[in-house]
């Protein structure tokens, strides 16, 4: 990260503390066989992700539980196959201030909705989706674990899943030859399967524990 955008985050990050005093939010547990109304926010850069997430949408759609995605593209541009993509919201870095707060219409407008279960399913620390889920009404907010982060109600931990992700890792790409294209084509998958492994590993325990969540 540039100098420039480290300052700009760290105003950001004033701005949210700044905007979270005065707020009082009612915590209560969801499980899924109450929730209603389910919120999830994302980070779209990688479409392997999308149709991860399209597939937990479907499950819980079949359940009757009301669903309402938004996908962070970590890009000035938003990704053409999500253009038009029924139930399903991007924003991009186009749709940013200053200091990296969303401004699009649908950013703000799905940081205003008071969802029974927001779900943050992002793997990284993206500053506009911690700026959404820090604001969100939502009753009941749930993710992964990171430090520092206090946004969350209920966190997975996947970082011990980590060296079983990388053996996978490993034998997948094992049979690969050494050259300069295998490389670049080894980083590629080595990307993918990891987001493709994390991202599933936290939507199957944050399903199985809040399934079976005392409310």
């Known amino acids: 990260m540039k100098w420039t955008d480290e300052i700009?985050?760290?105003?950001?990050?004033?701005?949210?503390?700044?905007?979270?005093?005065?707020?009082?939010?009612?915590?209560?547990?969801?499980?899924?066989?109450?929730?209603?109304?389910?919120?999830?926010?994302?980070?779209?850069?990688?479409?392997?992700?999308?149709?991860?997430?399209?597939?937990?949408?479907?499950?819980?759609?079949?359940?009757?539980?009301?669903?309402?995605?938004?996908?962070?593209?970590?890009?000035?541009?938003?990704?053409?196959?999500?253009?038009?993509?029924?139930?399903?919201?991007?924003?991009?870095?186009?749709?940013?201030?200053?200091?990296?707060?969303?401004?699009?219409?649908?950013?703000?407008?799905?940081?205003?909705?008071?969802?029974?279960?927001?779900?943050?399913l992002s793997l990284e620390d993206h500053f506009p989706i911690h700026f959404i889920t820090t604001l969100s009404p939502a009753t009941f907010k749930a993710g992964r674990y990171l430090p520092a982060d206090e946004s969350l109600d209920f966190m997975i931990d996947i970082e011990k899943e980590n060296q079983t992700m990388r053996s996978v890792h490993q034998e997948i790409l094992g049979g690969l030859e050494t050259t300069n294209e295998n490389r670049e084509i080894e980083a590629d998958m080595d990307k993918k399967t990891e987001t493709e492994l994390q991202l599933k590993f936290l939507i199957s325990q944050l399903v199985h524990y809040l399934s079976i969540i005392n409310t």
Not at 44 to 53: C, D, G, M, R, V
Not at 65 to 79: C, T
């Open 8 to 120: 700009r985050n760290k105003i950001g990050r004033q701005v949210l503390t700044t905007k979270l005093k005065g707020r009082h939010r009612k915590v209560q547990a969801c499980n899924l066989d109450n929730a209603r109304w389910v919120g999830i926010i994302y980070n779209a850069t990688e479409y392997i992700s999308f149709e991860i997430i399209k597939d937990l949408v479907k499950v819980l759609s079949d359940n009757g539980i009301a669903v309402s995605v938004l996908g962070y593209v970590d890009s000035k541009k938003l990704i053409d196959h999500y253009l038009y993509r029924k139930g399903f919201d991007f924003f991009s870095k186009n749709d940013l201030n200053w200091y990296f707060r969303p401004v699009s219409t649908v950013a703000v407008k799905f940081m205003e909705e008071p969802f029974d279960l927001l779900l943050n």
